[in-house]
């Protein structure tokens, strides 16, 4: 048996969620391989909306299995907050949900240490969420890390010594601090977080997969955020791509079946960085507020524009994708005119292929223009209810990034998808 795969092929806030949630009822288990809590996937169904954090998107159907992968770094105040949350709405969720041993953990300091670096950046600041993911993700490449399998052994001692190394830290720069009331809620966290299912995560996937069992592995923000192959440095601190799926759950690549890419029928950016198809007109803030374009763990109003597929093909490439799922076409139900950036102006060059040296060009989308559908989507059910000029921006999509899509939303419901080449 093989894993399918399941990320985002722009800067994240695609939708994933909604997906996986739609797509669970087909596997056995959801992992989630990568990111933090920085992360937030909203899902709507039943007229109820849930945002998780770090716990798979497949943990509202009954009988599924949910790993949280060694990829992850796991705060466990807002695992214990999220899954508390969860509680109240009647789900539970102890007995589904498996913790890897080899995750990292976000201490106090992190969170500490990641406020401090942003304040230092000044205007180069890259807007992360304060969740503490890069430093965490710091200690784990430069093996300072804790891992939960670390509660288990000796963690008093481990603990002490990595607080004693960020205090040194952040003394260096001058940023004044007060860990008590933080490290005291942590502590009462941990307690909590020791009482689920902490397991050698990738003999469990493996033996699964041995065992015919079908897995879906969820990926957090979006390709363009990998920290090899997005917009360094504006990027997240681990990789968001399909390999990173093997490293973050101990998948041989051989064992990777289906990778769904996902996007947005328009783009949105959260914080600093490169955006060439921005737009800070009255289109951008149409996007903004049809969307609902603010981010679900921050709040953070996220920045809008068109269709970027000079970056697309390059995620559908660096992904291997196989399968496209279509997020938010209702947005642009108003336009008449859709754009469609496919290739780059630069100094009067123009470029196909995604520079390395986008966090410091200036770039000219070269845009394409498609009628719009002026059509309310919302209510529409299945592919044969799709006006022709949305049938046109498919056609058109399918035939710039090669891979088919297979699966449209068109609003933020799970009820909300069609399915496409239904066999």
């Known amino acids: 048996m093989k894993a399918d795969v399941l990320l985002g092929l722009q800067w994240g806030d695609e939708g994933k969620g909604k997906v996986v949630d739609v797509l669970t009822p087909r596997y056995d288990v959801v992992a989630r391989f990568q990111g933090g809590p920085n992360a937030g996937h909203t899902l709507a169904f039943n007229g109820e909306k849930y945002i998780l954090r770090s716990i798979p998107s497949g943990i509202f159907q009954g009988d599924k299995i949910n790993i949280i992968g060694n990829g992850v770094v796991l705060d466990p105040l807002l695992f214990r907050e999220e899954c508390e949350a969860l509680a109240r709405s009647g789900h539970d969720i102890a007995s589904r949900l498996f913790i890897s041993k080899k995750a990292h953990l976000i201490l106090p300091t992190h969170r500490i240490l990641d406020a401090a670096y942003e304040a230092a950046k000044g205007s180069g600041k890259i807007g992360t969420t304060g969740k503490g993911i890069g430093p965490a993700y710091t200690d784990k490449v430069s093996r300072n890390g804790l891992r939960v399998g670390d509660l288990f052994n000796d963690f008093d001692s481990k603990y002490a010594e990595a607080k004693s190394r960020h205090e040194t830290i952040l003394r260096g720069l001058n940023y004044d601090f007060d860990i008590a009331t933080l490290e005291q809620q942590w502590f009462e966290a941990l307690d909590y977080?020791?009482?689920?299912?902490?397991?050698?995560?990738?003999?469990?996937?493996?033996?699964?997969?041995?065992?015919?069992?079908?897995?879906?592995?969820?990926?957090?923000?979006?390709?363009?955020?990998?920290?090899?192959?997005?917009?360094?440095?504006?990027?997240?601190?681990?990789?968001?791509?399909?390999?990173?799926?093997?490293?973050?759950?101990?998948i041989a690549p051989r064992r990777i079946g289906e990778v769904y890419g996902i996007f947005k029928a328009y783009c949105t950016r959260v914080g600093s960085g490169p955006f060439p198809t921005e737009?800070?007109?009255?289109?951008?803030?149409?996007?903004?507020?049809?969307?609902?374009?603010?981010?679900?763990?921050?709040?953070?109003?996220?920045?809008?524009?068109?269709?970027?597929?000079?970056?697309?093909?390059?995620?559908?490439?660096?992904?291997?994708?196989?399968?496209?799922?279509?997020?938010?076409?209702?947005?642009?139900?108003?336009?008449?005119?859709?754009?469609?950036?496919?290739?780059?102006?630069?100094?009067?060059?123009?470029?196909?292929?995604?520079?390395?040296?986008?966090a410091e060009m200036e770039i000219q989308p070269i845009y394409a223009e498609l009628p719009g559908w002026q059509t309310d989507m919302t209510a529409i059910t299945s592919e044969d209810e799709?006006?022709?000029?949305?049938?046109?921006?498919?056609?058109?999509?399918?035939?710039?990034?090669?891979?088919?899509?297979?699966?449209?939303?068109v609003g933020p419901d799970r009820e909300q998808t069609v399915l496409r080449y239904e066999e």
């Open 193 to 250: 977080l020791i009482g689920f299912n902490i397991i050698d995560s990738e003999h469990k996937i493996n033996r699964l997969l041995d065992e015919g069992k079908s897995i879906l592995a969820e990926g957090a923000q979006g390709t363009m955020l990998d920290v090899d192959f997005g917009s360094y440095p504006f990027v997240t601190s681990s990789n968001t791509v399909c390999a990173g799926c093997c490293t973050g759950l101990g």
């Open 279 to 358: 737009l800070t007109d009255a289109t951008g803030d149409m996007m903004c507020e049809r969307g609902q374009e603010f981010g679900s763990v921050t709040g953070r109003r996220r920045r809008c524009g068109w269709i970027d597929l000079v970056a697309l093909r390059y995620a559908v490439m660096i992904n291997g994708v196989t399968q496209l799922i279509m997020m938010k076409s209702d947005v642009l139900d108003p336009l008449d005119t859709i754009k469609a950036c496919v290739a780059y102006s630069v100094n009067g060059k123009e470029i196909s292929d995604f520079p390395f040296e986008v």
């Open 386 to 409: 799709f006006p022709e000029e949305f049938n046109a921006y498919l056609t058109f999509l399918e035939t710039e990034l090669g891979v088919p899509v297979k699966i449209v939303s």
